[in-house]
């Protein structure tokens, strides 16, 4: 065979190999596949082994970040039937939902469409992400209704009731621009401070500080740039519950792709999900795990990158102006994935401000007046690392170095928004459930194409 380019496919041990997804199945089943985590393919790399396309059939890969473009869609009883018409308004703990789209009238159930980014009306701590989680964990929750009047009746009263997941015969997550191809790292050359999505507290000017989304090399789309593997129909994790691919999501394009899909909330573990309070208000977390059948030779051209080789755009937060490219290898290689709290450093302050600031409400006070890290609830941002006093909450998170305008700056970050520490749990759960054949890889049925 000759060779079309110069690359990979042209140089590998498999050059003019490929599989088929059937084949990758059959030996998932008959247990001879080897099924990799993008993590330890790039270790292997940053090892100096050569890793080729006869050496691995699956890499699971993964994401784990704040993703706005979330919905839920909720089915559940709140009245006998022909208690009321239909509802005019609907809150969950709070939070106003999209009634509809049926009306269900006269039948005592409710349809509704919970945004993840809603706002809590009482609550500016608590969103969608919030009330998702709350239910994944079986929290009760409060709905309030508001029944709507007809041509002919009177609205009847507003009444409340407590409900919980279990009691909701439909519950389930959509996303609509999930799992972008890695993101941007954001600075604010401005003078005066921002609120903003990209940070927890009003981001500083002068560029004094950064921060970033993506999981770098663990990306899915990242490994799959092509959408060789990925595409409608393909069985994903979405905060740990089995799901599948829809199609491209809101502010999808060639080069830089994103992807819709839906889960069952049922299904879904409550680490993976939540709510982070940024300061402009509640955001929604999700995580993706997704399996990549190696089909061919070339697509090991993209899986074996590392870090330093993917490059991340450093924008103006206001407007999105490219100001300087840096590598998720600047802001991954050297950088500690956890947070951690070492409690002997804590100075014991009158007033723990990280109480308020942590996002995640990860940081909370004993009854013995001690502070409490919650790993489960923690995001490793990395915001109370340099937020607290006694430094007992340490973690490397390392400082960029871009040259702006003829003039080089040092950049620390200060805030992460993807989770990089769980993204590789995710995907490490997957290989896992792969081997096992509890998690069956599905192929597409059908190409994810842009115009
Ligand atoms: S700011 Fe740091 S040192 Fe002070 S109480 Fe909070 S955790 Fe402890
Ligand atoms: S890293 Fe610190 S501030 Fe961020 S979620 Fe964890 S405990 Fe909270």
Not at 18 to 26: D, G, L, Y
Not at 279 to 306: D, F, Q, R, Y
Not at 357 to 371: V, W
Request: charged share 25%.
């Amino acid at each position: 065979m000759e060779c079309p380019e110069k690359s990979y496919k042209c140089s590998g041990k498999g050059f003019g190999k490929s599989r088929t997804f059937s084949e990758i199945q059959a030996k998932i089943k008959a247990g001879k596949a080897v099924v990799l985590t993008a993590e330890e393919v790039a270790s292997r790399v940053r090892a100096g082994e050569k890793v080729e396309f006869e050496d691995v059939d699956v890499i699971t890969t993964a994401t784990r970040g704040i993703m706005s473009g979330t919905y839920a869609v909720l089915s559940f009883k709140v009245a006998e039937p022909d208690n009321f018409i239909r509802a005019s308004e609907v809150s969950l703990n709070g939070i106003p939902a999209v009634v509809g789209p049926c009306p269900n009238e006269r039948l005592g159930i409710l349809d509704l469409i919970v945004l993840g980014t809603a706002r809590s009306k009482t609550d500016p701590r608590y969103g969608g992400g919030h009330l998702l989680r709350e239910l994944v964990e079986g929290k009760t929750i409060s709905v309030a209704v508001k029944p709507a009047a007809s041509e002919t009746s009177p609205a009847s009263a507003p009444f409340s009731i407590k409900t919980s997941l279990s009691e909701m015969p439909f519950a389930r997550l959509y996303a609509t621009r999930h799992a972008f191809k890695n993101y941007k790292a954001f600075v604010n050359p401005g003078k005066e401070a921002l609120n903003t999505i990209f940070h927890v507290l009003p981001f500083k000017g002068d560029f004094q500080e950064m921060t970033f989304c993506g999981c770098g090399a663990l990306n899915p789309l990242e490994n799959d740039p092509h959408l060789e593997s990925i595409g409608i129909g393909t069985r994903v994790l979405i905060n740990g519950a089995e799901g599948f691919v829809t199609g491209y999501g809101t502010r999808s394009s060639k080069n830089n792709p994103n992807l819709a899909g839906f889960a069952e909330l049922r299904n879904m573990e409550p680490e993976y999900m939540g709510g982070f309070v940024s300061s402009e208000g509640p955001e929604i977390i999700n995580t993706w795990a997704v399996p990549l059948p190696i089909l061919n030779p070339g697509m090991l051209e993209n899986i074996l990158k590392l870090d330093k080789e993917i490059p991340l755009q450093l924008v103006d937060l206001a407007g999105r102006t490219p100001l300087c490219e840096i590598s998720y290898g600047d802001v991954w290689d050297e950088a500690d994935l956890r947070v951690r709290y070492e409690p002997k450093a804590c100075l014991e302050c009158k007033s723990c401000e990280l109480l308020r600031l942590c996002p995640m409400e990860a940081i909370k006070k004993t009854k013995t007046g001690k502070i409490k890290h919650i790993r489960s609830l923690c995001f490793n941002c990395g915001l109370c690392v340099s937020r607290c006093r006694g430094g007992a909450f340490k973690a490397k998170l390392g400082s960029v170095h871009c040259l702006i305008e003829g003039s080089l700056k040092d950049i620390q970050v200060t805030l992460r928004q993807s989770d990089r520490a769980r993204a590789q749990k995710a995907a490490k759960e997957l290989k896992n459930k792969v081997l096992s054949g509890e998690f069956r890889i599905k192929e597409a049925v059908e190409k994810i194409k842009f115009d």
